[in-house]
């Protein structure tokens, strides 16, 4: 291995925050001589030997989840005097997203600033949509620094939300205590893949309210996945006055399994491997002659009807005469 990556190993395990940060800046970077670099770096890095917990949070925009996962964290670095936390904000919108970072540290007041937790904001536009699996690298990265837990952040817009799933252990939904609003906005794929639900912001809500989509959220929760051995928690919480917060804690505890966990890690290295893969094969079909075939096939989208183009997109494969 290079001496540079050989120095950046050492520090990221010696726990130096400037190394990690350097790291994390490698993993983001779409230079091709990083690419191999950041593989080579990653793959040098040993596994933990305490345990590490991965938690998720993604929600409706401005529903609390910077404010949500300040107070929790804090709560648990409390709790935990020898641990320490990573937050790592994904906004898949953007590549880069260096105006989102200053946002999110003035929402975590208790956080910024505390010596035992790191923050970043991370961008994760991957070309194929969704999450980048430099998140997931950027999570094993973490957890080599030492950090044994890491809060992960993402909006509920899009695939992203349930994509989070395969980047973290337990995956949390932060939602506002209105009416049934929220249960009809909540997608099938995304009440699938929750473990728990945190409805925010009680202290701005009449109680009959909160117990009502309290209700409305176990009820939807259990017809779908009733069947299940665990039906994912519903906490009523208010991130602002720490009201419903020890409770949200007990329950994340609960929920986490160790063996399922690491059963379910072990899936989730089979599906970055296929968006590795994906990746890749994108990237190679876009170099090769096809990708200047399919430059000429788009340009005569104008002219040709669409099933013209499609046998000349399967042809060119010889997938058809
Ligand atoms: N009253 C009240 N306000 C809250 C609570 N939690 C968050 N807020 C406020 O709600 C606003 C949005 O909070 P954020 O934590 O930034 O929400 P978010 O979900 O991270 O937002 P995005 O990252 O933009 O999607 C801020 O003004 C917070 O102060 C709460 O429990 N009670
Ligand atoms: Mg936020």
Redesign the pocket.
């Given at each position: 291995m290079e001496a540079g990556l050989s120095a950046l190993r050492a520090g990221l395990e010696a726990g130096d925050r400037i190394s990690l940060a350097r790291v994390l800046s490698l993993i983001e970077s779409v230079r091709a001589e990083d690419v191999a670099r950041r593989f080579v770096l990653l793959d040098s890095l040993p596994t933990p030997t305490q345990p590490t917990y991965r938690v998720g949070f993604t929600?409706?925009?401005?529903?609390?989840?910077?404010?949500?996962i300040d107070t929790l964290g804090a709560y648990v670095l409390e709790q935990y005097p020898e641990t320490q936390l990573a937050v790592l904000t994904v906004d898949p919108s953007s590549w880069r997203s260096g105006g989102s970072l200053l946002?999110?540290q003035t929402?975590m007041q208790h956080l910024s600033g505390h010596p035992r937790a790191f923050l970043r904001s991370f961008a994760s536009g991957g070309h194929l949509g969704g999450l980048h699996p430099r998140i997931y690298e950027a999570v094993i990265a973490c957890e080599a620094a030492g950090f044994s837990w890491i809060f992960l952040?993402t909006?509920g817009t899009g695939q992203s939300e349930i994509e989070l799933r395969y980047a973290c252990d337990l995956l949390l939904y932060?939602a506002l205590p209105y009416g049934g609003d929220e249960v009809q906005g909540l997608k099938r794929g995304l009440m699938e893949a929750l473990d728990g639900a945190a409805l925010?912001?009680?202290?701005?809500t009449p109680p009959a309210e909160v117990h009502r989509a309290q209700f409305q959220l176990e009820t939807a929760l259990h017809f779908l996945r009733g069947m299940e051995e665990r039906v994912p928690f519903v906490v009523a919480?208010?991130?602002?006055?720490g009201l419903g917060i020890a409770e949200l804690w007990t329950k994340i505890h609960e929920a986490y399994l160790p063996d399922h966990i690491a059963q379910q890690r072990t899936q989730q290295r089979a599906y970055w491997l296929e968006k590795y893969w994906q990746e890749a094969l994108q990237t190679w079909l876009a170099r090769s002659p096809y990708g200047q075939l399919y430059a000429d096939l788009r340009k005569q989208a104008t002219e040709k009807s669409l099933w013209q183009l499609a046998r000349e997109v399967y042809r060119a494969f010889g997938l058809m005469e």
């Open positions: 929600g409706t925009p401005g529903a609390g989840k910077s404010t949500l946002g999110d929402r952040e909006v932060v925010n912001k009680v202290d701005t919480v208010s991130a602002l006055t």
